[in-house]
């Protein structure tokens, strides 16, 4: 069975990685069963941007990229230290690596910084945070990005968002293009989405 990898940053928000682990959970559960979902960080604990601790189930370094079918990886907050991992080389090499290799990465709020700051979304359209006065956009477009006020761009293989409350979306439209759409409606259904 071939896996999702959950890229964890230090100072990572919960509810960004939470939509990932109970939609690849349902599925696993209630779906086709397909698609397992790993997480992985730099350290043997991470400390939430709400101060709560995570343990990861691998460390970065031990991540063959081939073992896996996509990407995903959730925002957090600069004051929690959010890009000390997310800006790591360990974490761009990682990123550069999935998109090498064609597989589909989603990113919620600024974890669309890390994609942008690896070089992946030069010329390509994507979005990140933003509320009004926030800078997040401009910090994308010195990346390279095109950047389009949307909730939520496809591009390619990459997915972005524009916040925490488009998460959900990212985490079914991922779970669509490795299952089906047929799987995605009956997941959201029994988790209550419409």
Not at 9 to 36: L, P, Y
């Amino acid at each position: 069975m071939k896996r999702v990898l959950l890229l964890l940053a230090d100072g990572f928000e919960a509810v960004e990685a939470s939509v990932f682990t109970d939609v690849f959970g349902w599925n696993k559960i209630e779906g086709n069963g397909e698609r397992e979902l790993v997480t992985a960080g730099l350290r043997e604990e991470l400390k939430c941007t709400w101060n709560f601790r995570v343990k990861p189930e691998m460390l970065l370094q031990d991540v063959k990229v081939e073992d896996f079918d996509a990407l995903a990886i959730g925002g957090g907050f600069e004051q929690a230290g959010y890009f000390t991992d997310a800006f790591s080389k360990e974490f761009q090499d990682i990123i550069q690596q999935f998109h090498q290799q064609k597989k589909i990465i989603g990113a919620i709020c600024i974890a669309t910084l890390a994609l942008g700051k690896s070089g992946i979304l030069k010329g390509k359209k994507a979005t990140t945070y933003s509320y009004p006065g926030s800078t997040r956009k401009q910090e994308l477009q010195q990346f390279g990005a095109e950047v389009v006020q949307a909730l939520l761009i496809e591009e390619g293989n990459i997915i972005t968002c524009a916040s925490p409350s488009v998460g959900f979306d990212v985490s079914f439209l991922m779970l669509e293009k490795l299952t089906s759409r047929k799987n995605v409606e009956k997941v959201r259904g029994l988790m209550g989405f419409s």
